[in-house]
């Protein structure tokens, strides 16, 4: 018998579900071609992309990455960026919707700077492997590596065939991914599938980022957000020198702290839709970013990502944003990450 919309739409919603619960509870695989890679070569590389980011390049020893945010001089996210030191070169890892543009932001910036930029994008396959089997599994496919702490990678050998792996710096759930050649991606992904690791897709990883409060450029981090507001201190460091934007970024920690804070809500009711303000007793005072709805052993768990005015973001808070009943809630989102746990138990 044909399925109707409405089935297909189950049908999608459960394979959804058990992806999200493969991401949590046991390992999960999925394709990378989401994100960009440039390399920076040249005698002024870390120097000048120290200049560049909120986060200190300058001391990252090799074999080791940071999370960073470019920012425009008046203080304004432009990009987030991971910088990892591979000795003779710097490699940025960004979101590919951002290419061009933190490609011609770096181009405006190179002046008398040493410094060499190349798009490696479509020369280089990436693999995304989650879940708390996640190195097991790798392991039992032939991709042998050390214990790596977060954002530190390695360059390793499987069947004569060189991969770097590096490990994540999602708090709530480890996470690898594997660089590899091109030709080799599918072969290396049906080996993690076979041994046991669950193919999933862009929905479910939107699941698994919203149930880790992990904040999404152009979505949950703006142009006109301030960097202190996102509640990313890791791509912060106030001790690094001068860097585009870097005198707003102080002020603002000298000064004590800004009005809103990103945080997440447990919602009751419809799920709130993007961009409806966030208001207590009839005035706004926020804006929702993202929202989903997590599969756990109890049910669906509706929550949000948004802006809220700090006074107001204690656990627990009651607001309201259209139709929905928001409460305050810590991140990640604990209950969600554990409940679809008991599932597997």
């Known amino acids: 018998m044909p399925q109707t919309s409405h089935q297909n739409s189950v049908a999608e919603s459960a394979s959804i579900a058990d992806e999200f619960r493969a991401l949590v509870s046991n390992a999960a695989v999925y394709d990378l071609s989401t994100r960009a890679r440039i390399s920076l070569n040249g005698s002024d590389r870390v120097r000048w992309l120290n200049g560049m980011v909120t986060n200190n390049v300058r001391d990252l020893a090799a074999g080791h990455g940071v ?53 490696l994008s479509d020369k280089a396959s990436v693999l995304g492997i989650a879940g708390p089997k996640a190195r097991a599994t790798l392991q039992a496919a032939g991709v042998e590596f050390p214990d790596l702490e977060p954002l530190q990678f390695a360059e390793v050998i499987r069947h004569n ?21 091109p030709p080799a991606k599918s072969e290396v992904s049906q080996a993690l599938v076979n041994a046991g690791a669950t193919p999933v897709g862009e929905a479910a990883l939107e699941l698994l980022r919203i149930a880790c409060g992990i904040p999404r450029y ?17 791509a912060l460091h106030f001790s690094k020198g001068c860097y585009v934007g870097q005198e707003i970024v102080e002020r603002i920690r000298s000064r004590g702290s800004v009005h809103r804070k990103f945080t997440g809500f447990h919602v009751d009711g419809t799920l709130p839709e993007l961009g409806n303000k966030i208001q207590l007793d009839g005035k706004d005072n926020g804006e929702i970013t993202s929202v989903a709805a997590l599969p756990t052993a109890q049910g669906e768990l509706k929550v949000a990502l948004g802006y809220l005015r700090r006074e107001f973001a204690t656990p627990d808070k009651q607001l309201t944003a259209g139709d929905a009943r928001l409460a305050v809630a810590n991140l990640p989102f604990a209950e969600a990450l554990r409940n679809c746990k008991e599932i597997y138990v």
């Open 161 to 181: 065939m060189p991969l770097t792996v590096t490990r994540n710096d999602n708090v709530a759930v480890e996470t690898y991914e594997v660089q590899l050649e």
């Open 218 to 234: 152009g979505q949950d981090i703006r142009e006109r957000d301030l960097p202190q507001e996102t509640e990313q201190a890791r």
């Open 67 to 119: 999370y960073a945010f470019l920012l425009n001089p008046q203080g304004h996210p432009q990009a987030d960026l991971y910088a990892y030191n591979h000795g003779e070169s710097v490699l940025v890892d960004i979101d590919r919707t951002l290419l061009e543009k933190v490609l011609g932001i770096f181009d405006h910036y190179i002046i008398m700077d040493d410094v060499e930029v190349t798009d």
